[in-house]
């Protein structure tokens, strides 16, 4: 091992052999968006799985979350792991050695940049008071792991959607390598399917770029505080990310010391972001209760705040100019009939998705069922359904996200989004883990 590539192991991440199907490969059938999206609406996987047909695609090595509980888990892990061998035993992919990739995803007329590294897992933790050098942002569900786990352990490949924040006020490391794209090599450009507008990416392997990012994170790692030192904060697949630690906790086992130094689960392939970055923004994520009687969900709100005051208002777009102001804690919901917009002058919690999460939590156990949306749109859509019920949850200031991490811990589970559903990460790039 390089001593630069120990420097770079010593920060939590380091370069990685990141592979991208052929030149001959149609992208934008290959690439697909998480598969953690579209989890109420099988017909968006239905149109994805038409436009594909039998062009190589990141769909054929995924496991979309709407169909978990169809029953044909089994057959589909096995398929997954089949066309994952067929594509590596045809050469499907170009590999490009301990590099990074520098990508760009413009969706509308926002932009935004990331960076293709591999990090760490045993540096990272999801307990709630961690102070590892990485760590969740959001509570993590542990009984979402082993379904994940059963797609990942037996897969030589990984296909990541995982995006992870830095705090980098002053834009020296991905912005400052963006300014000099234009002496990269481009890897790909390429549209995206389903309105998710375009991404491109560059490769950066010379020895000055690489000891650029290494300089860069090493200043960053020297500016925090070394008691609760935060450097990557999970954005987006937080259960992806906890579900490659577990398997690598499972694998180091039966490994000796210096196995486990380079051995290619110990690492994971994610998309670095700015949190500073404008073309960055945080989306609620609201939520749809199935088949609930507004009495029943008022009763619970209820219990677990004081002060509360109803208005009733016209429309979604009504609930969502007043989360605006979030001097006082609130949120909204709909029914069949009406729009409410709820303020909470006592909660039982720092944040609404706190005291919100409460109340689902009772109302789970009670055997009531909930789904987590992105978008105004789709709760709308959905909880104006009979018999359902759509919360609409304001946004969180990323200005102050990372000090409320270190502050305060994990927040309540599926808080936030980076974007909206279409704007999620597509599967793009690979890496092997075996």
């Known amino acids: 091992m390089s001593s630069i590539t120990e420097r770079f192991i010593e920060l939590g991440l380091r370069p990685a052999d990141i592979m991208i199907p052929r030149k001959d490969v149609d992208l934008k059938k290959w690439a697909v968006v998480a598969c953690d999206q579209y989890t109420s609406e099988k017909e968006y996987w239905k149109d994805v799985e038409d436009y594909v047909g039998d062009s190589p695609s990141t769909l054929k090595l995924i496991f979309p979350e709407c169909y978990l509980e169809d029953g044909d888990s089994e057959k589909r892990i096995k398929d997954i792991n089949s066309t994952m061998a067929s594509y590596m035993d045809k050469g499907l992919f170009d590999t490009y050695e301990n590099c990074f990739f520098l990508v760009k995803r413009t969706c509308g007329n926002t932009s935004r940049l990331g960076l293709m590294a591999a990090l760490d897992l045993d540096r990272y933790s999801w307990e709630k008071d961690s102070k590892s050098l990485i760590r969740a942002t959001e509570g993590t569900i542990l009984s979402r792991i082993p379904p994940r786990k059963a797609i990942r352990k037996d897969a030589g490949l990984e296909i990541p959607h995982i995006m992870v924040l830095i705090s980098d006020a002053k834009k020296k490391i991905i912005e400052n390598l963006y300014a000099k794209k234009d002496k990269l090599e481009k890897v790909y450009e390429t549209d995206l399917m389903k309105n998710g507008g375009k991404v491109e990416a560059y490769l950066v392997n010379k020895d000055e770029d690489l000891q650029f990012i290494l300089k860069a994170f090493e200043n960053l790692t020297a500016s925090l505080n070394p008691s609760n030192p935060l450097l990557f904060a999970m954005g987006d697949g937080n259960h992806s990310f906890a579900t490659a630690k577990s398997c690598w906790e499972d694998i180091k086992k039966n490994l000796s010391e210096e196995e486990r130094k380079n051995h290619p689960a110990r690492f994971c392939l994610v998309e670095l972001e700015n949190i500073f970055d404008p073309g960055l923004v945080f989306e609620s994520i609201h939520r749809v209760l199935f088949n609930v009687p507004e009495e029943v969900f008022l009763s619970e709100l209820e219990k677990n705040a004081k002060g509360i005051e109803y208005e009733t208002v ?24 009406k729009h409410v917009y709820v303020r909470i002058k006592n909660p039982v919690a720092n944040i609404a998705a706190g005291t919100i999460q409460r109340i689902l939590d009772s109302l789970i156990e009670k055997g009531y069922q909930v789904d987590y949306i992105h978008g105004l749109d789709v709760t709308d859509k959905l909880g104006s359904e009979k018999g359902n019920i759509g919360i609409f949850l304001p946004a969180i200031d990323k200005a102050t996200f990372f000090d409320t991490i270190i502050k305060d ?9 980076m974007g909206e559903a279409n704007e999620k990460r597509y599967y793009m790039e690979c890496r092997k883990i075996k």
């Open 314 to 337: 016209k429309c979604k777009n009504c609930i969502a100019s007043r989360l605006v102001d979030q001097s006082i804690q609130g949120f909204g919901y709909c029914t069949e009939n």
């Open 409 to 417: 811990g994990a927040l309540p589970r599926k808080t936030f989004s």
